[in-house]
């Protein structure tokens, strides 16, 4: 049992002058993302652009509230009608917001007269609608 002891203390042994004699491994050198990329050194996500909006910054791409979300169009006129009576501009988008459904696209001047309690006061007047902001252009830049 000794014999078969030392025999694996020397095996040890060379194994670990084996894996020493390797080079060990260097880091490798990695150019700073500020060489690449010289003035757009941040890195935004979208809805932070699209927050700005709100801030009232000049030059930015707007936001625009989207009502609807009903599987069938004669849900819509209804929809219409009850806005109208609040004094809230909206037109028929023909915009793909969600997949699926029939949706209204509200003015700028309309969001700020629905709150949160008026879109909860249609959303149970109306079972199916949903309400989304988004990007009125759409996602990619029109640069």
Excluded at 11 to 21: E, I, K, P, S, T
Excluded at 48 to 75: D, I, K, N, P, Y
């Amino acid at each position: 049992m000794r014999w078969l002891f030392l025999l694996l203390l020397v095996l040890n042994g060379f194994y670990y002058v084996w894996h020493q004699q390797e080079a060990p491994l260097r880091a490798k050198d990695v150019t700073p993302l500020s060489l690449y990329r010289g003035s757009q050194q941040d890195i935004r996500l979208l809805s932070e652009t699209t927050g700005e909006v709100r801030e009232g910054q000049a030059g930015r791409r707007q936001q625009c509230l989207f009502l609807g979300g009903f599987s069938r169009q004669e849900s819509i006129p209804a929809l219409q009608q009850r806005l109208a009576e609040m004094g809230v501009d909206v037109k028929s988008s023909t915009r793909d917001v969600s997949g699926a459904g029939y949706w209204l696209s509200v003015s700028p001047q309309g969001q700020r007269l629905l709150g949160d309690v008026q879109l909860q006061n249609l959303s149970n007047e109306f079972n199916e609608l949903k309400h989304k902001i988004m990007l009125c252009e759409g996602v990619a830049p029109t640069e």
